[in-house]
């Protein structure tokens, strides 16, 4: 088989739920599974968190009856609403929480019967300029959805930041004034704090919160705190030397050439390209781990493989063992937010850029 393989690990994926949920202990934490949990395969995560998570949220109804039909009956939350008028049958059937971010589902919602009234969380664009209702408009729209009650039921505000990554901001304080202002004239529960905020922004805690890509074990925080440093990374994508090349002082690899030998090279060919995921944008010089030491991608990604240089791991040979981000068997890690600066990218794309040729392994069982 070929030996590239996603590692999961879900007791690291349930120690930064709890995480999550102990800086916030006066909210719920409801774990985001979107986008197949992050490329981690959301109904293996949804299973290791069912017994921990009060609910989940998702981006649409496909990804909610996957988790369904996969047996998970916790609450879930379409964070985006319905697409189309007729979700509803299914948000109804299937027992979904849904936001609504524009009239038009208001109005669906309103004219629809559905067995049991629906929780609904009323987006407000409080200043991403995404989606949600604008701040002067949300209070109509409360009041119109307050005064349907078979329609709709357990009303919350909901909100999202567009920076609050970035410690001592006014643009996140000005979105949190406004949010708050609207919470006290409409007596609102609010659900804002994504990672970033659950990680640093404990004003922005409310009765619930959403964390995403900190469960996997990214710091989303442009300067890391004491809280982002416990995160544990859950992914570990690992594979394995193919092939090993002697080259000489001047020598070229790879695709144009890009990098060239500076002295006389070991280069190690690994089983992981950017048709596995692994993103090409890599430039030389990003980290890679061989037998648990940090070597340097060289050469650009191919579809299948990458190179590497290991002149300074003489004991690296074909079947080596090469951790492209997470954790070696031998313990040391190579982060994957360092790997996503080398690429020019964030974390969430090359962890939702996994492929689905890569096999994910499961550790740590279930609940
Ligand atoms: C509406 C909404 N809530 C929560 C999240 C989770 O964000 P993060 O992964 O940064 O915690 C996202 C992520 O894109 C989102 O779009």
């Not at 990804?63 to 007729?86: H, K, N, S, Y």
């Not at 067995?115 to 009323?122: A, D, S």
């Not at 944008?281 to 190179?307: I, Q």
């Amino acid at each position: 088989m070929r030996p590239l393989t996603a590692h999961v690990d879900l007791d690291a994926l349930r120690h930064n739920y709890r995480l999550a949920r102990d800086l916030a202990p006066q909210s719920q934490a409801l774990a985001v599974l979107k986008a197949d949990a992050y490329g981690h395969g959301a109904l293996a995560c949804a299973k290791a968190l069912e017994e921990l998570a009060p609910a989940f949220a998702v981006a649409c109804l496909e990804e909610a009856v996957v988790l369904r039909e996969g047996g998970i009956r916790t609450p879930i939350v379409l964070l985006e609403g319905i697409f189309t008028p007729d979700e509803l049958v299914l948000v109804d059937e299937l027992g979904l929480w849904m936001a609504v971010h524009s009239d038009w589902q208001v109005q669906a919602l309103l004219q629809f019967t559905p067995r049991r009234p629906i929780p609904v969380w009323l987006k407000v664009d409080s200043g991403m300029h995404r989606l949600g209702f604008r701040p002067e408009e949300a209070a109509s729209v409360w009041r119109q959805l307050s005064a349907a009650p078979t329609h709709a039921t357990n009303l919350h505000l909901m909100s999202h930041f567009a920076t609050a990554d970035r410690l001592d901001d006014a643009y996140f304080q000005r979105q949190m004034t406004c949010l708050d202002a609207l919470a006290v004239e409409l007596k609102a529960p609010l659900c804002l704090a994504n990672s970033p905020a659950t990680l640093a922004w404990p004003m922005a805690h409310g009765a619930w919160n959403r964390p995403g890509v900190m469960l996997y074990g990214s710091d989303p925080l442009e300067a890391p705190n004491a809280a982002s440093q416990r995160l544990a990374p859950v992914m570990s994508l690992r594979s394995e030397i193919i092939a090993v090349r002697e080259l000489a002082q001047g020598e070229p690899v790879g695709y144009g050439g890009r990098w060239r030998a500076s002295r006389p090279s070991r280069i190690a060919v690994v089983a992981c390209g950017y048709g596995d995921g692994y993103d090409r944008h890599a430039v030389d010089g990003t980290p890679v781990l061989v037998e648990g030491r940090r070597c340097a991608l060289s050469g650009k990604v191919s579809m299948d493989m990458l190179t590497v240089d290991i002149t300074q791991v003489p004991e690296a040979t074909i079947g080596s063992e090469v951790v492209l981000w997470g954790c070696a068997q031998s313990g040391e890690t190579l982060g994957i937010d360092e790997v996503a600066g080398y690429c020019d990218t964030i974390s969430y794309t090359l962890l939702t850029g996994v492929l689905p040729r890569v096999p994910r392994r499961y550790h740590g069982g279930f609940c």
